[in-house]
């Protein structure tokens, strides 16, 4: 049975992600160390985990698996999902797969080395606004899709 798991720390698209699972009949997970107001929704289960380092990540990577789909950003996990068998969308519907994660990840760690040398370079990025809105949308659509046959 397929399940929709979100890392819900810093994510943009849960009401989103919601709405889409809700169609579908897929349970959702939105995992987070806490803050978060739980959804009166039945398909939808709140995962509050202990502060630590990569908590979150850690519940997500060890219950995904072949037929799941995951919505982070956090590239790590993502490759950890990924390996699992689990479909991975990143916020803007970009679907990070085994064919792309390697250079995702080398990118992030060239970024985060660059940051590193360099302390004036912080950019920021763009804003998340309504165009990534809906890529994410039709993204979460097609891996929905795309899991329900895989499960």
């Known amino acids: ?3 929709l798991y979100i890392d819900a720390d810093a994510c943009p698209v849960k009401s989103e992600a919601e ?3 809700t169609r579908h009949r897929v349970k959702m997970y939105i995992v987070s160390n806490g803050g978060l107001r739980p959804s009166q929704n039945p398909l939808v289960e709140t995962v509050i985990v202990p502060d630590g380092p990569d908590v979150a990540d850690m519940w997500i990577a060890d219950r995904c698996g072949t037929g799941d789909v995951v919505v ?4 790590p996990l993502a490759a950890k999902c990924i390996e699992a068998g689990a479909l991975v969308l990143k916020h803007n519907g970009e679907a990070l797969t085994s064919a792309n994660i ?3 990840l ?4 060239l970024m985060t080395d ?3 040398a ?3 370079r912080q950019g920021g990025g763009k804003s998340f606004g309504k165009a990534d ?3 994410f949308l039709d993204g979460l659509e097609r891996a929905l899709r795309k899991a329900a046959t895989l499960a």
Do not use: E, H, K, Y
């Not at 982070?72 to 590239?75: E, K, L, Q």
């Not at 080398?106 to 760690?109: I, N, Q, V």
């Open 133 to 135: 809105r809906s890529r």
């Open 102 to 104: 390697g250079n995702v």
């Open 118 to 120: 360099d302390p004036f």
């Open 114 to 116: 660059l940051r590193a």
């Open 106 to 109: 080398a990118s992030r760690d």
């Open 19 to 21: 709405r889409v699972a």
């Open 72 to 75: 982070t950003g956090d590239i």
């Open 1 to 3: 049975m397929t399940a």
